[in-house]
């Protein structure tokens, strides 16, 4: 209790400090007399506090009480006591200097004077002691202490009346004791101002008496500093004796003052919630009956009341606080502008932590008390914050800004508030029941529940990525678990916390992969498993069970189309179709011990060829493009609805983030002031340039720079769409079967970013007052899409798609090979000759050297140009690079031919294929299937049938004719020559 004593009334003063400088010594007979009158002033002072001392505090410091309250007062009366000691001592100081000073014959000065020299240091311990003496009037110290030693008083009741004049038999000890302990004490402030009024006034103009009146303002202020202190501990102590002892215990705190009493100023609540209405320093009480609510200052907003009560003759002001808003209302007016404006300073003197006092001099007096403030407070009526710690910022009378919630039961929640409720990004930990361990939610929040994008590392070990709505995750996301027991990856839409439509499940310990349609966390409708032998099937499912028919492609290239069990097993009806064409169809059993049985009937016609086997695809009907990952286009959709808010773009584009670090400093960039670096992808700077760059030359620029940067939403949205793109294609998912749903899946993206661009694009217009161009006519957003956004989308996709044709052209790829093997055994000039190509167009002319001179420049230097131009096809991605690489080519072949002939020569196809088959074999590169499908399948339709075209089509004649060439063709050429 004795230890905050101060708070609030003991400010830094250091005026006297900053005022007083070294002055010149002077003789000065007016300052020697008031040192003089101040010698006897102290002695006389320093003596009267001797006799209190010993008469008074000694005797009440003998013994300490028993009781609680008894204790906590005793407390408070020993630090009364030492500041008592702090100004005596001073006293003594001050009275043993000037004495000393006198006694050596020299001249005075200001500076002999400590009062003057010194002033804050007296200043300070007067204000320490009053406050400590108003507070122990306050809880009736003085009653309390002669009450509990009546008899040690009734003594010194002689000695008391030696001290006060007007004391008298009836005079209580209390009232005596209360005098003795003050007014000897101010009336020495009163000599005091007595003495250096005097000095003032024969001091001539200068710095010395602009020092000395300093100092008479700071004592003046002293003394109205300890009138309205001793007044305020008075007003106070007249309440607790007007209150029920249930009241007081509870209540009655030391330093706690009452500014103001609805009995004195009449004043009550809306619908009668309280009898009296008090306001003290520190807090708002409404007394109603035998109970009672406080309220905080800290937390107390006050207002008029704009309209929301009406009542004839009634003046109203709204209180609001954490938890609930009540009114006050006066029937008169300038009552309620008189209760308004105290409310408002006693707020604002509780936040700043200190009080309006003339000793201070300005404190803020008449200013409003901020609508934002940091607090800490503890919810106590019902709600989700009941129990809970909030420690953050405030406005009008709601967590906002930012804060942290702490509940009893281990939960919390750091982040951003909005209007009292959980807004914007924040992080929540949960404790498990069953295990010490946390559920940790890094989200964004809206109105006080998840939504947009998140990521929740549960005590389980199993992570959540993506989106929530409503406190479930809601929309794509992807849940991952590493842990022994499970290790498994699902990747795709959920509804209301489950798995539900499209999604991709990988099971690592089967190493199986599930790709198709989900409902309340089963597998449900379409599906299509692909395991890691390379056996794939597309089935139809009924809460992860398989029922009908469905399809069964095996490693061999087999497939088998009927009903077959979990493990893989034929039973009833079905067709099995071999790779080599056979057909057997009937049905099937399996008996322990003796295997696969059938009956049925095998056609041996090999009606269906051999390359169709491996040619099947699934899941394109069954799974539409467009309803593959509508939740990823449907978050983004919404992003540009909401006009593109930049505190909602992490919310909703938050997969270009890895970890929860990461996804944290996002928010910490999102929420900063950004660097010059950055800036150009704010929003709005965003939006400005989607207008700046419309011309294609520079849209295309500005749209490489933006799906390249994770800071720009098209950019971030590419980071999405990859993601799901490499769940299902990659790894097990690398399967031949899925090669067309893995293009068309690709096209689409490019169809879907281009769309989303018009979209930015048309908001940007929209916001500038501008209308959105007008499509040119054959200028469609599909074509748009293939020629502007998929050459600049395909290197994020390229690895697994590139994969899938590899193994999609497996088989073509390996005969090829095998031809360019067998060719490379040629020299150049037997191959030349076996390729037929005429030999007017061979690159011998004009070479004088030696036959193995030529033959070995020939092996080494043929269409050399052309060769490395070609192999330079595997350097890029983009299908419109390839194809320029490839005019590249053939311009370089005709380039040596036109040499050779020395004239400008085209080149026929009859021509060109033999060439262009030579520089193929001599290029040898890997996977040209592969290449020459991605090239056809991805490539700008408008270079159909044009000369990207058919140049596209001499290379895949020459592909398919090295693939047909058989050794016995090669037999009659004598490869010995070679040597």
Not at 448 to 458: L, N, Q, S, T
Not at 957 to 967: G, P, T, V, W
Request: hydrophobic share 35%; proline share 3%.
């Amino acid at each position: 209790m004795a230890g905050t004593a101060l708070q609030g009334w003991a400010a830094p003063w250091t005026p006297q400090m900053c005022r007083l400088r070294p002055l010149g010594r002077r003789v000065d007979m007016c300052v020697a007399e008031a040192a003089a009158s101040l010698l006897q002033v102290e002695e006389t002072f320093s003596a009267c506090l001797a006799r209190i001392d010993a008469l008074v505090l000694k005797p009440l410091l003998q013994a300490e009480p028993n009781d609680q309250k008894g204790k906590e007062l005793f407390k408070l009366f020993m630090l009364l006591n030492d500041r008592f000691q702090a100004l005596w001592n001073l006293t003594e100081e001050n009275h043993r200097l000037l004495k000393q000073k006198r006694s050596s014959c020299e001249s005075f000065c200001i500076q002999d004077i400590y009062t003057i020299w010194k002033g804050d240091l007296f200043l300070s311990l007067y204000i320490q002691y009053f406050v400590t003496f108003a507070n122990y009037v306050v809880v009736h110290g003085f009653e309390h202490v002669t009450k509990s030693k009546s008899e040690v008083w009734k003594l010194h009741k002689t000695v008391l009346k030696q001290f006060l004049a007007d004391f008298t038999s009836e005079t209580s000890l209390a009232l005596a004791l209360h005098t003795v302990l003050h007014k000897p004490l101010r009336d020495h402030i009163q000599q005091y101002l007595l003495l250096l009024t005097k000095l003032n006034e024969a001091l001539k103009e200068g710095s010395e008496k602009d020092v000395v009146t300093g100092v008479i303002k700071d004592y003046v202020k002293l003394d109205s500093f300890i009138s309205q202190v001793l007044d305020e501990a008075c007003f106070t102590k007249a309440l607790w004796k007007s209150l029920s002892y249930k009241f007081t215990d509870m209540l009655c705190v030391p330093e706690r003052r009452l500014l103001e009493d609805s009995r004195n100023l009449p004043i009550s609540t809306s619908t009668n919630r309280s009898d009296r209405v008090l306001l003290f320093d520190d807090v708002l009480v409404l007394l109603q009956g035998n109970s009672f609510q406080s309220f905080d200052l800290k937390l107390v907003w006050v207002d008029e009341n704009c309209g929301e009560k009406s009542a004839p003759g009634l003046h109203w002001l709204r209180v609001t606080t954490p938890e609930e808003t009540f009114f006050l209302s006066a029937k008169d007016l300038q009552v309620k502008a008189v209760w308004q404006w105290k409310l408002s300073q006693a707020v604002r003197q509780a936040l700043t932590g200190k009080r309006d006092f003339p000793l201070w001099g300005s404190t803020g007096e008449g200013s409003e008390p901020p609508a934002r403030r940091f607090f800490s407070y503890v919810f106590r009526l019902e709600g989700k914050f009941r129990g809970a710690a909030y420690e953050g910022e405030w406005h009008c009378g709601k967590p906002q800004g930012k804060g942290t919630l702490k509940w009893r039961d281990g939960r919390n929640h750091v982040g951003d508030f909005q209007q009292g409720l959980e807004h914007g990004f924040g992080i929540c930990l949960v404790p498990r029941r069953a295990e010490d361990r946390y559920d940790c939610y890094k989200c964004h929040w809206y109105e006080g529940k998840m939504r947009g994008y998140g990521i929740c590392e549960y005590g389980n070990d199993m992570v959540y990525k993506g989106y929530f709505r409503d406190d479930v995750r809601q929309g794509f996301g992807i849940l991952e678990s590493s842990s022994a027991q499970r290790n498994f990856k699902y990747t795709g839409q959920w509804e209301n916390d489950k798995k539900n439509g499209y999604g991709v499940w990988e099971d690592r310990d089967r190493g199986e992969r599930y790709i198709g349609t989900w409902l309340d966390d089963h597998r449900h409708g379409q599906g299509i498993v692909v395991t890691q032998s390379g056996v794939c099937y597309q089935r139809t499912f009924h809460a992860d069970k398989m029922v009908g028919s469905g399809i069964l492609l095996l490693e061999d290239d087999s497939i088998y189309e009927g009903n077959f069990t979990e493990d893989l097993t034929f039973v009833g009806k079905g067709k099995l179709s071999f790779a080599n064409g056979f057909i057997l169809e009937g049905t099937f059993s399996t008996k322990s011990g003796q295997g696969l049985q059938t009956h049925g009937v095998l056609n041996t016609c090999g009606e269906q060829l051999e390359e169709n086997m491996s040619k099947t695809q699934l899941g394109l009907r069954d799974f539409p493009v467009e309803k593959r990952w509508k939740g990823i286009h449907d978050q983004f959709l919404e992003f540009i609805r909401s006009g593109c808010r930049e505190e909602m773009e992490e919310s909703f584009m938050g997969f270009h983030i890895q970890t929860s670090k990461e996804l944290r400093k996002s928010q910490e960039y999102l929420f900063c002031q950004r660097g010059t670096e950055d800036i150009s992808w704010k929003i709005e700077d965003i939006l400005e340039e989607l207008v700046q760059h419309q011309e294609l030359e520079s849209l295309q620029s500005y749209l490489e720079k933006a799906l390249k940067s994770s800071l720009h939403p098209l950019g971030k949205l590419l980071r999405v769409l990859t993601v799901a793109f490499q769940a299902t294609y990659s790894g097990t998912g690398a399967n031949r079967h899925l090669l067309t749903m893995a293009q068309e899946e690709v096209k689409f993206y490019a169809k879907k970013i281009w769309e989303f661009y018009q979209a930015l694009l048309h908001l940007a217009l929209e916001q500038k007052g501008q209308l959105a161009p007008k499509c040119v006519d054959g200028d469609t957003s599909d074509q748009k899409a293939s020629s502007v956004v998929l050459p600049l989308i395909l290197p994020c996709f390229y690895p697994e798609l590139f994969m899938l044709y590899m193994l999609y052209h497996e088989r073509e790829d390996d005969l090829y090979c095998q031809g360019i093997v067998d060719l490379s055994l040629f020299p150049d000039i037997k191959l030349l000759e076996f390729l037929d190509v005429q030999k007017h167009l061979w690159p011998l002319k004009d070479l004088t050297l030696t036959t193995n001179q030529r033959r070995s420049l020939v092996k080494d230097k043929c269409f050399l140009s052309a060769t490395e131009c070609l192999q330079k096809l595997i350097t890029t991605v983009d299908p419109r690079e390839k194809l320029l690489i490839l005019q590249k080519t053939y311009e370089e072949i005709e380039g040596t031919v036109s040499r050779v002939l020395e004239k400008d020569y085209k080149l026929p196809m009859d021509d060109l294929l033999p060439l262009l088959m030579y520089v193929v074999s001599r290029a040898k590169i890997q996977h040209l299937g592969a290449e020459i499908h991605l090239i056809r399948d991805l490539m700008d339709p408008t270079n159909q049938g044009g000369m990207f075209d058919f140049l596209l089509t001499a290379l895949e004649s020459c592909y398919e004719h090295i693939q047909r060439m058989r050794l016995h063709q090669r037999e009659n050429c004598p490869l010995s020559q070679s040597s």
